[in-house]
């Protein structure tokens, strides 16, 4: 077994698929998070799964998690609609501090690896404005994990890594491709069916399509 381990957070989604093509391709053995955590739809966990085999992961773990207690997000409190055309600000599809509680997650179980890197996709470039997906946060997270764990204080550092974060959605599939990923087998659409189905409304359609436009490529994705 390869020493050279990563913890990666695997949504189901063609950012997060990218991502753990690359950090194979960096020579890591991978080892993937996904979250069920009262999201609108099991779809994307279904695709996560997927892409992990596909992808040949060491692990792939899902964690249970009840975000849809505390609400406040299109995405896991029904009452509130995920938003069919572009809005100004924070869109309602930003889920509080959900990338903060993912890592800490990956990060616990990173320091029960003997992991040292840990591999999240967010990008800020082509995406929705959600403030976890910053550099800014990103780099503060990392500091804080090399506070907060006992690898950090006794000198064996985690990087907090984020391939992805200046990266336009054409060139990350462009990436993908080079590198064997079937975005075929991944699910971005906010409110897909249970077959994996997309709207192809929503915000995160919006941005696969064009992305796909981009990359001068065709998508698998299939609507409802």
């Known amino acids: 077994m390869n020493d050279k381990k990563a913890v990666i957070l695997l949504s189901g989604g063609l950012d997060s698929a990218t991502v753990v093509a690359m950090a194979k391709a960096e020579g890591y053995s991978c ?22 085999r ?18 406040g997000s299109a995405l896991t409190d029904s009452s509130i609609a995920v938003p069919e055309s572009p809005t100004e600000g924070i869109p309602a599809t930003y889920v509080p501090a959900r990338n903060t509680v993912f890592l800490a997650l990956a990060l616990g179980w990173a320091e029960v ?78 409110q897909a069916d249970d077959d994996g189905r997309a709207c192809g409304k929503c915000d995160s359609c919006r941005l696969r399509a064009a992305g796909f436009a981009a990359a001068g490529v065709p998508d698998a994705t299939r609507y409802f």
């Open 31 to 52: 080892y993937s998070m996904s979250f069920d955590y009262g999201q609108r739809h099991r779809a994307e966990l279904q695709a996560a799964e997927r892409v992990a």
């Open 113 to 190: 690896l003997e992991a040292r890197d840990i591999f999240i996709g967010v990008n800020a470039v082509d995406y929705s404005g959600y403030p976890d997906c910053r550099p800014e946060f990103v780099e503060a997270f990392e500091r804080m994990a090399n506070l907060a764990t006992r690898a950090g204080v006794e000198g064996q550092g985690f990087a907090i890594r984020a391939p992805l974060q200046q990266m336009g959605k054409g060139e990350i599939i462009q990436t993908g491709m080079r590198l064997g990923v079937d975005y075929a087998l991944t699910v971005s659409c906010y």
């Open 54 to 71: 596909q992808l040949g992961v060491v692990e792939h773990k899902v964690i249970g998690l009840n975000l849809n207690g505390i609400g």
